[in-house]
């Protein structure tokens, strides 16, 4: 008998014959897929005979003989719902390509295609070529749609697995992160749907979701998995804040500062500092500006992009700057919060007197000093005086009165306390 080797190019696929009027198709190359997915491989074939059973062979390439090949299918014994089937279930079309699902390691290798008639003789084993399938790991990743989110307004995530052929439905899983919080798991309305399997999740959004990470995970048969994760960005609706300390807690409902002080609204507390802050916990960020009742001046419109606060400073603190600060929020309509600022004034002492005096014969010679300090501030002979004018805290300390008469000195000293009394500026 003579042999025939013929190879006929057509788009995409070789056509191998060995023998006349039996000859199959393959696709041109190797076949590549991705672990825990599925594949179709292209087939078809011309036999002499009806054909009523297809017999797939998966070969490694140490196996010489195709005979020591496992079965891979057969369509007379695979049940419908196995991993390998036809594409087409009529086998008299002659089309023997097969799809494999959730794809595992082993499948990784060569296919061999037999086909097997009714009557005597009529088996033929096409061994003048082979399919080869590779597999790799799994580099696709789930599709997750985020529709746009809005505070209080119910929405639904879908996540969608991929691959393109059917097969067991995958064990699709939700994870939620917040800040510095650990991973947890949350359920959804699983749902398969022809040729794709997909997953949703409904849920409200607010505030807390801003900023946080969605993770959908595939798992596949064989242990393979893929996920994919986003950050959800919620627009909230107008949430105003606004924080007072108050340096005098005795005025109740008021904020104070002195004069001369540094008047800060913001968030740091310091026992010298009158501090405010205002937030607008909006996404996206709102416009703050800061004015003062009364004036048509902008104070500050400096808004902090990740904290949504706005700092105001004023510097050496007059009984002028007291007055109700406004802070005014834009982001979809305009919403403004107020703040009454006391400043505190410091009313001195305006002066100090002291008299030290001795009686004696011959009369007794006095100094005024202060401690610490080598200065003479006064002298005299029988009395001296000390006076001290515009008294402010520097003149705070203690003051010494020394007495030499003859060869005798003595001393005595006076502590000055220097009180200032508060008065309100309103």
Same mark, same amino acid.
């Given at each position: 008998?003579?042999?025939? %080797?013929? +190879?006929?190019?057509?788009?995409?696929?070789?056509?191998?014959?060995?023998?006349?009027?039996?000859?199959?198709?393959?696709?041109?190359?190797?076949?590549?897929?991705?672990?825990?997915?599925?594949?179709? $491989?292209?087939?078809?074939?011309?036999?002499?005979?009806?054909?009523?059973?297809?017999?797939?062979?998966?070969? #490694?390439? *140490? /196996?010489?003989? @195709?005979?020591?090949?496992?079965?891979?299918?057969?369509? *007379?014994?695979?049940?419908?719902?196995?991993?390998?089937?036809?594409?087409?279930? #009529?086998?008299?079309?002659?089309?023997?390509?097969?799809?494999?699902?959730?794809? $595992?390691?082993?499948?990784?290798?060569?296919?061999?295609?037999?086909?097997?008639?009714?009557?005597?003789?009529?088996?033929?084993?096409?061994?003048?070529?082979?399919?080869?399938?590779?597999?790799?790991?799994? /580099?696709?990743?789930?599709?997750?749609?985020?529709?746009?989110?809005?505070?209080?307004?119910?929405?639904?995530?879908?996540?969608?697995?991929?691959?393109?052929?059917?097969? *067991?439905?995958?064990n699709i899983t939700w994870r939620w992160r917040g800040? !510095?919080?650990?991973?947890?798991?949350?359920?959804?309305?699983?749902?398969?749907?022809?040729?794709?399997?997909?997953?949703?999740?409904?849920?409200?959004?607010?505030?807390?979701?801003?900023?946080?990470?969605?993770?959908?995970?595939?798992? %596949?048969?064989?242990?393979?998995?893929?996920?994919?994760?986003?950050?959800?960005?919620?627009?909230?609706?107008?949430? &105003?804040?606004?924080? =007072? +300390?108050?340096?005098?807690?005795?005025?109740?409902?008021?904020?104070?500062? !002195?004069?001369?002080?540094?008047?800060?609204?913001?968030?740091?507390?310091?026992?010298?500092?009158?501090? +405010?802050?205002?937030?607008?916990?909006? %996404?996206?960020?709102?416009?703050?500006? @800061?004015?003062? *009742?009364?004036?048509?001046?902008?104070?500050?419109?400096?808004?902090?992009? #990740?904290?949504?606060?706005?700092?105001?400073?004023?510097?050496?603190?007059?009984?002028?700057?007291?007055?109700?600060?406004?802070?005014?929020?834009?982001?979809?309509?305009?919403?403004? /919060?107020?703040?009454?600022?006391?400043?505190?004034?410091?009313? !001195?002492?305006? @002066?100090?007197?002291?008299?030290?005096?001795?009686?004696?014969?011959?009369?007794? %010679?006095?100094?005024?000093?202060?401690?610490?300090?080598?200065? $003479?501030?006064?002298?005299?002979?029988?009395?001296?005086?000390? &006076?001290?004018?515009?008294?402010?805290?520097?003149?705070?300390?203690?003051?010494?009165?020394?007495?030499?008469?003859?060869?005798?000195?003595? =001393?005595?000293?006076?502590?000055?306390?220097?009180?200032?009394? /508060?008065?309100?500026?309103?």
């Amino acid at each position: 008998n003579s042999v025939l %080797f013929l +190879l006929r190019l057509l788009p995409g696929r070789l056509e191998h014959c060995r023998h006349h009027g039996y000859c199959v198709t393959l696709n041109d190359g190797v076949v590549t897929a991705e672990a825990g997915l599925c594949v179709e $491989i292209p087939c078809s074939f011309t036999s002499l005979f009806d054909p009523e059973m297809i017999i797939s062979f998966k070969c #490694d390439p *140490s /196996q010489g003989d @195709w005979t020591t090949c496992p079965v891979a299918f057969n369509s *007379s014994l695979t049940s419908k719902n196995g991993r390998v089937s036809l594409l087409e279930s #009529d086998i008299s079309k002659k089309n023997c390509s097969i799809r494999i699902n959730n794809l $595992i390691d082993s499948d990784s290798g060569s296919y061999l295609l037999r086909v097997e008639g009714r009557g005597p003789g009529h088996k033929y084993t096409y061994t003048v070529a082979k399919t080869t399938l590779s597999l790799t790991a799994l /580099q696709q990743k789930p599709t997750l749609v985020v529709p746009p989110l809005t505070e209080g307004q119910q929405t639904t995530l879908t996540c969608t697995a991929p691959g393109l052929c059917p097969g *067991s439905p995958p064990n699709i899983t939700w994870r939620w992160r917040g800040e !510095e919080e650990e991973d947890f798991n949350i359920t959804g309305n699983i749902t398969a749907v022809t040729q794709t399997h997909s997953s949703t999740l409904t849920f409200n959004p607010s505030a807390e979701h801003h900023g946080t990470n969605i993770t959908c995970k595939i798992s %596949f048969t064989g242990d393979t998995t893929t996920e994919e994760t986003v950050t959800l960005n919620v627009t909230c609706e107008y949430n &105003f804040l606004l924080y =007072r +300390l108050l340096l005098q807690p005795e005025i109740a409902g008021a904020t104070t500062a !002195e004069e001369g002080d540094a008047l800060t609204l913001t968030c740091t507390a310091d026992s010298d500092t009158l501090t +405010l802050n205002c937030t607008a916990d909006t %996404f996206p960020p709102s416009l703050i500006t @800061w004015t003062k *009742s009364g004036t048509n001046k902008t104070l500050s419109n400096k808004t902090a992009p #990740d904290s949504g606060t706005s700092d105001l400073l004023v510097h050496n603190v007059t009984a002028e700057d007291s007055g109700h600060y406004l802070c005014t929020s834009n982001y979809l309509n305009t919403s403004t /919060q107020d703040v009454n600022v006391t400043v505190i004034s410091k009313v !001195e002492l305006c @002066w100090v007197f002291f008299l030290c005096g001795v009686d004696g014969f011959p009369q007794t %010679f006095l100094t005024w000093t202060k401690l610490s300090s080598n200065s $003479i501030l006064n002298n005299g002979t029988g009395s001296a005086t000390l &006076f001290i004018s515009n008294v402010t805290s520097d003149h705070a300390g203690r003051y010494i009165c020394t007495a030499e008469h003859l060869n005798n000195t003595e =001393r005595v000293d006076v502590k000055v306390k220097c009180k200032f009394l /508060q008065i309100l500026t309103t």
